[in-house]
């Protein structure tokens, strides 16, 4: 039968290359047949009909999926791109240079405090290095 055909009653392959599927002849011209399909044609033709069903029911899911990935690539990631593009070239605007190198006020008073606590510890190493060369000439 057809089923038999596509799928291959036989399956000797002995594990040489496989076998080229001749396909017959297609009609020129197809006619119904005066004789009434049998059980076998009638059930080959449903399964036929639910593979195709359930193939066009995957690439249409596929191409349900597709979209919003589409979508995506094109318009969201060149709106992302061109928005970054204009916003660093006005972040780097020779105007703005002075305004982005301005130190922050918190950040101004931590150097100020960390630049007195440097000059503190530097006396007190120097007191200790004093202390530490008077008592060894003293000895």
């Not at 049998?38 to 193939?55: F, G």
């Not at 979508?71 to 982005?100: G, P």
């Not at 130190?103 to 510890?121: H, P, Y």
């Amino acid at each position: 039968g057809l089923m038999n055909f596509i799928f291959g009653a036989k399956k000797t392959n002995t594990g040489g290359p496989p076998r080229i599927v001749q396909l017959p002849q297609v009609p020129s011209i197809m006619r119904q047949t005066d004789h009434p399909t049998t059980d076998r044609e009638k059930i080959e033709t449903e399964i036929i009909k639910s593979l195709i069903e359930s193939y066009f029911s995957i690439v249409r899911k596929n191409f349900i999926d597709m979209v919003p990935k589409t979508i995506m690539y094109f318009l969201v990631n060149h709106v992302r791109d061109t928005m970054q593009n204009e916003l660093v070239a006005d972040l780097y605007r020779d105007t703005m240079v002075s305004v982005l190198m301005e130190e922050a006020d918190d950040i101004a008073q931590r150097r100020k405090t960390c630049d007195e606590m440097n000059g503190l510890l530097k006396k007190a190493l120097e007191i200790v290095n004093e202390v530490r060369d008077f008592n060894t000439f003293s000895t």
